[in-house]
């Protein structure tokens, strides 16, 4: 028998779920060896962003056996660090409304169950931010969360949080990625069939806490009534969970708020968008745009699937198209935010931290080292950023007042250590609606406003797509061998005065030539008068992305940031030698520039 014979016959022995083993049956009984290979030689890694892949039969794709070998896992390496009562404090597990989800939370929860531990079993589809506040609220030891976010419909994914509430980080993940590799062989019991009674239902409990908290922590500046709103839940569950933070957190008047009906229900094919994720831009927008023009909104709302980001529109002065603020954009203006309210409530902000990612614009260090707050910087992901919050709070009692990362992710104080959606809606809402009613402005007349202050602060951010994920290591290292084997010397014709590889662990311009945060696949070149890029790949989609950052005082420097940002991708991504697939909104300006 070959190995491959083995490997198939192995899944058949153990998957019990009827749809996966008839597709590796099919493909045996047709002797489909190269899609065998695919689908049973490799295996879906788990690391800190747990797991996330399309769904589909065999060891590559998310599916019944795969989450119960991932959870087998978990379980064993709770038991091993835990005593039986400690495991009784138990782990949160929710999912979302994509295909598959719940039935994947009941196989996590079963799991559980059998192996002694304790689980709080969501009823209903949650924000991914209800796993970990619900870690925080029920003092549980870990959770989990099904979702693949805002990821095609064919995705799905694990999300696993620790006992602080924050998503795990190195090198926890390595030591549960061995005990489920140690724990792949199903037991009988996992396979039992999912009982609710076997479980406690913290649903009503976790939204009552929820809200309670947010409307103790927050309180609203401005009368609620001075902007109308329009909310979509992007096919996700965020419709029941913002509307009702709008409504009875801020106060908005039902008058005041419209909601996307035809996105406001989870759906897990999401019909009307191809990508449901707000970051995309205009092209998700059109429902949402026409919802508003319709009740006479000026500002859009958008979660994505599974609400722990939040996009935001804002229709243009004049009254004629609107603007799809950035994850930048909306970062600066939250920051500014709360340091204003710190300020309001007589906090010393020098003992208020706050925090973005390497990918992120720099405005926000900028404002912090104006207005004597403490900054920190992390690497990509909010499982750094909760981290990092947590150790500095234990270490010099620092207070979080916000954190950002570009990718529409927001966390407002420390009360859940994840982005979270819901919360971040409900102070944007009340942002719009102070800046209107008390300084005659909106969101982005604001925005131009802190530019003024702090710099002006452009970014063009982006990404393209590739079929084959081993192109991003490539394309990596065609960078760091650019000239006679070494790093490029310039860039879109300006000379590099930097060079950080984070994989490579280089830094030209630190005292020892390392870069003060870990590995991650990116590589950052700063560029003579003020702008930098940076490439990496996505650690859960087939994507390579850009972040490009120019600070000036020319108000007019988008346009000088694009016109390099076209020549430095051709230069360093080479999407044709790499056959990339540009955006349909890139391929527009570069064939412009």
């Not at 976790?206 to 609203?220: A, I, M």
């Not at 919802?291 to 958008?302: F, I, K, P, Q, Y």
Request: with cysteine; charged share 20%; hydrophobic share 40%.
């Amino acid at each position: 028998m070959s190995s491959l014979d083995a490997k198939v016959q192995q899944w058949l022995t153990w998957d019990r779920d009827p749809t996966t083993c008839q597709v590796i049956e099919s493909l045996a009984a047709k002797k489909e060896t190269a899609e065998l290979r695919r689908r049973l030689e490799r295996r879906m890694k788990f690391d800190t962003a747990g797991l996330r892949s399309t769904m589909g039969a065999g060891n590559a794709y998310m599916n019944s056996l795969t989450v119960l070998q991932t959870a087998q896992g978990l379980a064993a390496y709770m038991k091993q660090l835990f005593s039986p009562t400690e495991l009784l404090r138990g782990i949160v597990i929710g999912y979302d409304g994509r295909h598959h989800s719940r039935k994947f939370g009941e196989i996590t929860a079963t799991v559980m169950h059998q192996q002694g531990i304790k689980t709080y079993f969501y009823a209903h589809c949650v924000p991914t931010p209800f796993v970990p506040y619900g870690i925080g609220f029920l003092k549980a030891l870990a959770g989990v969360m099904v979702t693949a976010s805002h990821n095609p419909k064919e995705y799905n994914g694990l999300k696993v949080y620790w006992t602080n509430g924050a998503q795990i980080v190195a090198p926890l993940d390595a030591s549960i990625a061995a005990f489920i590799k140690a724990n792949r062989t199903p037991l009988e019991s996992s396979w039992a069939p999912f009982t609710v009674t076997d479980h406690v239902d913290p649903y009503d409990a976790v939204f009552e806490d929820y809200f309670t908290t947010l409307r103790s922590s927050y309180v609203p500046a401005s009368d609620a009534s001075a902007v109308r709103f329009t909310f979509t839940a992007m096919h996700g569950v965020g419709t029941r969970f913002t509307t009702y933070g709008l409504q009875h957190v801020l106060g908005l008047p039902a008058s005041h708020l419209s909601v996307v009906a035809e996105q406001a229900e989870p759906n897990p094919d999401f019909p009307t968008v191809r990508f449901p994720n707000p970051e995309e831009g205009r092209s998700v927008f059109a429902l949402s745009f026409a919802t508003a023009e319709r009740h006479g909104a000026s500002v859009v709302l958008a979660n994505d699937p599974d609400a722990d980001r939040l996009g935001v529109a804002e229709r243009l002065s004049d009254g004629e198209g609107w603007h799809v603020l950035t994850g930048n954009e909306i970062g600066a203006l939250l920051g500014w935010w709360a340091m204003e309210q710190a300020r309001w409530k007589g906090i010393a902000l020098d003992h208020c931290l706050l925090m973005s990612t390497v990918v992120s614009s720099c405005i926000l260090k900028t404002m912090t080292l104006k207005e004597g707050a403490q900054y920190s910087e992390t690497l990509t992901g909010f499982k750094f950023i909760g981290n990092k919050a947590m150790e500095r709070r234990a270490r010099e009692g620092l207070q979080t007042l916000f954190a950002y990362e570009e990718a529409i992710g927001f966390m407002w104080g420390d009360r859940v250590m994840d982005k979270d959606g819901v919360t971040a809606a409900v102070v944007v809402a009340d942002l719009a609606c102070y800046l209107r009613k008390e300084r005659h402005c909106s969101l982005l007349e604001h925005l131009q406003s802190l530019y003024r202050q702090y710099g002006y602060h452009f970014t063009y951010n982006s990404y393209v797509t590739t079929d084959d994920p081993a192109k991003t290591a490539l394309l990596l290292q065609s960078i760091r061998t650019a000239v006679s084997g070494k790093y490029p010397t310039h860039v879109a014709g300006r000379p590099v005065t930097r060079v950080v590889d984070y994989a490579a662990q280089v830094d030209t311009a630190a005292p020892l030539g390392r870069p003060s945060l870990g590995k991650t696949s990116m590589i950052t070149l700063h560029v003579d008068g003020g702008m930098q890029i940076t490439i990496r790949g996505s650690g859960t989609e087939p994507k390579i992305k850009w972040y490009a950052e120019l600070v000036t005082k020319d108000a007019a420097g988008q346009q000088t940031l694009n016109a390099f940002v076209v020549k430095a991708i051709h230069q360093l991504m080479q999407p044709h030698k790499f056959d990339l697939v540009m955006r349909s909104e890139d391929a527009e300006l570069f064939s412009k520039l």
